[in-house]
């Protein structure tokens, strides 16, 4: 396929070069440093190529859109018309410190809950589905899901940590209470899996290397 | 410990069933049945019993509380002061429907990103971190990494998902755009994991069973 590139960080560069090695043929486009999409595609080799972003639109058969958050108005401007085009977008709303997302989270279950009894110590975690929980075993064929917990007193999160180890779990420290604001729609990912696409029991597992 | 139960729902339920194998002491509370929890308590036997909601809080060193997100309010005026207790909250912020979250959610850059550019087909993807991605393997000890991908386009996504497949990861298929409101919040997850819990690479592998 023909591969068009907007946006030449480390994440387009490091799709680039996996799907030329595939065989597929990228041009890369748009960034801050006009000298970069041409120094990747170099290094890249003949699969590869520069250009504007609409050239690089006007290439593809998909359009890999990987800049940051606040670029993005810029970029499908320069892009011009998508028609018909299939974008793959690895963008997500992060601020550009990471400190938060710049869209579509604000608050949490447990800060309202917090609000609502502010004297007391507030630690959530959102264990396996009730299925999981009711049946003869917590694992997953032997693997034991990971329950992330949020907290703002690590003494009441060690409680807590505790009983989720006793109930044949994985518990993985998420940090502040306020993380839970992304701790929340990720147990909603996972109804959405098990009841909308059909895939019934799941759980995460994280992965660290 | 004393653990008091606010919620006499399948996660209270099955919670306290395994916590009481453990040896410690329940006091189960707050339904819309009020036989719920007696019969909830007796199934369990000796380790367990039934009072009000703020019989439960005076009885508890941890108060679990397992209620509806709707229900919250009612529950935590029912359980009186919290002070100095250390509340285990299992509240995901779940309309009753399940259909979407209450609070906290409301929108995605994908569906920014869709909004910007009407004509083009938009499929998400966020994939393994950079220097994940820039390594010489995306495997974490030889088990490929969970990436979701959502769309509103059967045909587009299936392209997404086979040029995932090509950078040695596992496409998981999590429905329609508007789930990137819940897969991009979970990456953030990963994020501050990474970064404010200093736990370095990581990803997600989907558990199903």
Chains 1, 2 share one sequence.
Do not use: C
Not at 28 to 54: E, L, M, W
Request: net charge neutral.
């Amino acid at each position: 396929m023909n591969i068009g590139i907007i946006g030449a960080g480390n994440m387009g560069h490091g799709l680039g070069k996996l799907w030329a090695q595939s065989g597929h043929q990228l041009m890369f486009s748009y960034s801050r440093d006009i000298t970069k999409p041409k120094k990747i595609a170099q290094s890249i080799g003949s699969n590869a190529r520069v250009g504007t972003p609409s050239e690089a639109v006007a290439f593809a058969d998909v359009v890999l859109l990987s800049v940051p958050y606040g670029a993005v108005g810029d970029a499908l401007k320069a892009a011009g018309s998508l028609k018909d085009k299939i974008v793959f977008s690895i963008v997500n709303a992060l601020l550009p410190d990471m400190s938060g997302m710049a869209v579509g989270t604000s608050t949490s279950a447990a800060e309202e809950i917090a609000k609502l009894a502010p004297d007391a110590d507030v630690v959530e975690a959102l264990p396996v589905f009730a299925e999981v929980l009711n049946s003869d075993s917590r694992r997953f064929n032997d693997r034991q899901a990971t329950v992330f917990y949020t907290g703002d007193n690590e003494r009441s999160k060690q409680v807590v940590a505790g009983l989720l180890r006793e109930i044949d779990v994985e518990p993985i420290d998420a940090g502040a209470l306020k993380n839970s604001r992304y701790v929340e729609p990720a147990m909603m990912l996972l109804i959405q899996l098990a009841y909308t696409q059909k895939m019934g029991q799941v759980g995460f597992k994280l992965l660290n290397r």
